[in-house]
């Protein structure tokens, strides 16, 4: 069994930063590629960073310059650096975790950015 939990969220003024953090515990030995994904409101989920075993990184191209994803492997840790925030980066995150045959979420941490 795999559990994520998500922290850092909170409510920030436009153009402000926050630090998402996920920490994994259980049986995290096929952990393939770790991710961020976020859910605004009234819409669907979307993939915002991935980092792989061997740190290649992608991006959503709406935040492409402003967020940066890394992992730490001896934390069982993945962390989402969020700068120069934008309204329209509110939502919940969540962390997600890859596995062979299937993805682990964590809760949710809420982000809102007021203009």
């Known amino acids: 069994q795999v559990q994520l939990v998500e922290s850092g969220g909170g409510l920030v003024q436009a153009g402000g930063s926050l630090r998402l953090s996920c920490v994994a515990s259980?049986?995290?030995?096929?952990?393939?590629?770790m991710a961020w994904y976020r859910q605004a409101p009234g819409k669907q989920r979307e993939l915002v960073a991935r980092?792989?075993?061997?740190?290649?990184?992608n991006y959503a191209d709406s935040v492409k310059g402003r967020f940066t994803i890394s992992r730490d492997n001896a934390k069982n840790s993945v962390y989402l650096q969020m700068n120069g925030l934008k309204p329209e980066d509110t939502g919940v995150y969540f962390c997600?975790?890859?596995?062979?045959?299937?993805?682990?979420w964590g809760q949710g941490t809420q982000v809102t950015v007021s203009s």
């Open positions: 259980g049986t995290i030995s096929y952990i393939n590629a």
């Open positions: 997600t975790a890859v596995f062979p045959f299937r993805d682990y």
């Open positions: 980092i792989s075993t061997s740190s290649n990184t």
